[in-house]
């Protein structure tokens, strides 16, 4: 049973333009929010309508129905197609989303950290935002009370815990799998920060007011790295990648007094304080080895599932490099064209690591076999799957079933994709890209991050930069498809037929 058709019929068109509210330029790859004077003068790329375009201000005549009547069409199919969603309006665009550890389980739902990221203008200070987060579990909710969220109102679900200043935008959050109290955060400079984000005070964001002041510091990079950032499944070991067209790996273990298994552990950043714990200043951590064999910015990096000495990185030379840090600090193999632009992010499968995706500006995502991947830089994609319409931004496996992934893009699209179904699908006139089954179409702007949700594996975050769309802000979402999408097509009818008999024996009685 697919929702290909429902969804797509209701996904809106993204916007290139991200409003007035930031001051910011953007970067290369589109991710920030531009500046009021960039989103008035629309660019080439705009006019070409690889983001979706300004409908109103294009003037191009067209039949296809604006971005609101869209975001009507898929609000009125989302009793249908979801089993629970919450929105949850910003204030200040966020570029990225993660879930931290599970707190506390009720009979009706779980209460989880989700951190965040508010991205200012400047009258404020940027901030790392700790929330707490209501889950609802699975066929809980009701079908009106799904359908009954305001857009423009923060949800009643999230609940800001703590603020951390930040020194700069952040443009990434990593958590540490051993302990996901531990954070990293890349921002427009060369180093990595390392946070304890239940020991770090919490902070009132007025102007003027100091930065908080990292665990760690992470130091290496020769210029700014900015949005390739990994936290290794095996080992406390961080990666990051940066415009010096280097990939830097480090190892915190050292500064860590214990690394418990689970998000309860008393795992903490060992800190230097004064006498009134105010922290005198951060410790630095240098490299464990520098890997150096891009010819342009590194945009992401990821670990493998299996060990902490490889890696894999993409970048804005069209590359996807596999690292070994046993080999040296050279690639292991290049592939020298894996898209046909700008590399944007990578995921390798954690439940089998021969399996790596990426992303592009081409707008597809990619699935890579190292098995098929040569030293001389050929490399044929296993599939492409084409079904965005802007730039691809964020590519994950899901963490339940191993040929499930999501990827979200500048369209203001999150598709999921299972690619046991590309092979699978039947030979009537295809509606949707195979192995597309689902679209979450509730962002009306670019879905600039997304995160599955380990505790509660169907269950997504995502945040979207509205800024031209809601006037200033962005769009956080947390959601979890119906069951009747994604399980055995059996399982689903015989559960459907077991209401229908239900039904009928109702209405036969009197």
């Known amino acids: 049973m697919e929702s290909d058709e429902a969804a797509a019929a209701a996904s809106p068109q993204g916007t290139t333009a991200s409003g007035g509210t930031v001051t910011p330029g953007p ?9 009021k004077e960039d989103s008035q003068t629309p660019s080439s790329q705009q006019q070409s309508g690889s983001s979706g375009g300004k409908m109103k201000e294009s003037g191009k ?16 199919l ?16 966020s570029l990225s989303c993660r879930w931290g550890p599970q707190l506390e389980q009720a009979t009706y739902k779980n209460r989880q950290r989700l951190y965040l990221s508010e991205q200012t203008d400047g009258s404020v200070p940027n901030t790392l935002v700790i929330a707490n987060c209501e889950v609802v579990k699975p066929r809980v909710a009701a079908a009106e009370h799904i359908s009954q969220f305001n857009e423009e109102a923060r949800s009643p679900f999230v609940k800001k815990y703590k603020t951390i200043i930040h020194p700069g935008e952040v443009n990434r959050i990593r958590e540490l799998p051993q302990n996901s109290k531990i954070v990293a955060t890349h921002t427009d400079s060369p180093d990595v920060l390392i946070w304890d984000v239940e020991t770090q005070p919490n902070r009132h ?22 949005f390739a950032l990994a936290m290794c499944p095996t080992e406390p070991f961080v990666l990051s990648g940066g415009k010096d067209k280097s990939v830097v790996l480090w190892s915190i273990q050292d500064h860590i007094t214990t690394v418990g298994t689970d998000s309860k552990s008393s795992g903490s950043i060992i ?30 990096v990821a670990f493998s599932p299996t060990s902490a000495q490889e890696f894999c990185s993409v970048g804005d030379d069209s590359c996807l490099i596999l690292w070994d840090a046993r080999t040296g600090t050279s690639p292991v193999t290049k592939v020298e064209k894996a898209h046909d632009a700008d590399l944007h992010c990578v995921d390798w499968n954690p439940h089998d690591d021969n399996l ?5 500006a081409d707008n597809t995502v990619r699935l890579y076999d190292r098995r098929n991947l040569t030293a001389n830089g050929v490399g044929t994609p296993i599939y492409k799957f ?16 191993s040929s499930v992934f999501g990827s979200s893009a500048e369209d203001g699209l999150l598709n999921i994709w299972d690619y046991d179904r590309v092979s699978k699908k039947s030979d009537r006139a295809a509606k949707s890209p195979a192995g597309l089954f689902f679209q979450h179409a509730g962002h009306r702007d670019k879905v600039v991050d997304f995160h599955w949700n380990a505790s509660d594996p169907w269950t997504i975050v995502s945040v979207s930069d509205d800024c031209e769309t809601t006037g200033g802000g962005g769009t956080l979402q947390i959601w979890r498809m119906s069951d009747l999408i994604y399980r055995p097509q059996e399982e689903v009818l015989a559960e459907l037929e077991k209401f229908k008999s239900h039904v009928m024996t109702c209405a036969s009685k009197p």
């Open 386 to 401: 084409e079904g965005h319409k802007a730039a691809v931004l964020c590519v994950q496996w899901s963490p339940d079933k």
């Open 356 to 360: 790596i995706l990426t992303g592009s």
């Open 205 to 226: 964001a007025v102007l003027g007011a100091a930065n908080s002041r990292p665990d760690l510091i992470l130091t290496g990079h020769q210029d700014n790295a900015e």
């Open 27 to 35: 970067k290369k790859r589109g991710r920030k929010p531009k500046s």
């Open 61 to 76: 005549k067209t039949q296809q129905p604006s971005v609101d009547e869209k975001y009507s069409q898929w609000k009125g």
């Open 78 to 93: 989302v009793p249908i197609l979801y089993d629970w969603l919450a929105n949850h309006n910003l204030v200040w665009p």
């Open 271 to 300: 800190k230097q304080t004064g006498e009134s714990g105010e922290k005198t200043e951060s410790p630095t951590v240098g490299p464990r080895g520098v890997y150096v064999g891009h010819d342009d910015t590194v945009e992401d």
